[in-house]
């Protein structure tokens, strides 16, 4: 979000390059990175948004200027109990907050930045959780999380039966398959209860 809205105002371009330190690494999709290698902004926000990668997510916390300013981006779009970096205490009402402001067309940089970070957050490597669970006339926006026996799946859902509606599964086992299914299931008795 912080992303989309900074390069909706000009602050930030795709093309901006960010280099990769050692303290940036997590293990994750990628295996490219090397100390001092560097990547576009939006490559590395296509990396989030598609596998969940949490290297380039590090990568570009920094460039926003670190935990504390990522946290007070967060605070002022209404999270009130999570930190979302480290210690990661994220809570399920929080990421239903910040999708919320995101989908206000006045809040975090309006169309322009729906229009950079939506297509970012569709037709991912993780669509067995809430996007399984819709209508294939809905589209939805989403960021997954998984960890050992997490899974968890936080959505802005379009074109819902009653217009859009924010999604946040968050759960704690049994992780894998069994987890994504959990999370469709849901998002389907949310979908079926949308169409009542």
Known sequence: MA???????????DSDAIC????????????????????????????????????????????????AVLNAYAAAHGTTKSAFYDPNTTT???LARLLAAEAAAAQAGG????????????????????PAGVSGQATVVHKIGTLDGEVNDAALVLNGPRGAYVLV???????????????RQVSQAVWRFELS
């Open 20 to 67: 990769f330190s050692d303290s940036d690494w997590e293990d994750g999709w990628y295996d490219d990175y090397t100390d001092g290698a560097c990547y576009t902004r939006i490559d590395l926000a296509t990396r989030i948004g598609q596998e969940s990668d949490n290297t380039a997510a590090h990568m570009l916390v920094a460039s926003l200027g670190g935990e």
């Open 92 to 94: 399920a009402a929080d």
């Open 3 to 13: 992303e989309a809205q900074l390069t909706a105002t000009g602050a930030v371009h």
């Open 111 to 130: 169309g322009s930045a729906q229009r950079w970070l939506y297509p970012l957050l569709t037709h991912t490597a993780f669509e067995s959780g809430i």
């Open 169 to 183: 599964v968050l759960t704690d086992g049994p992780g894998g398959d069994a987890g994504w299914s959990l999370v």
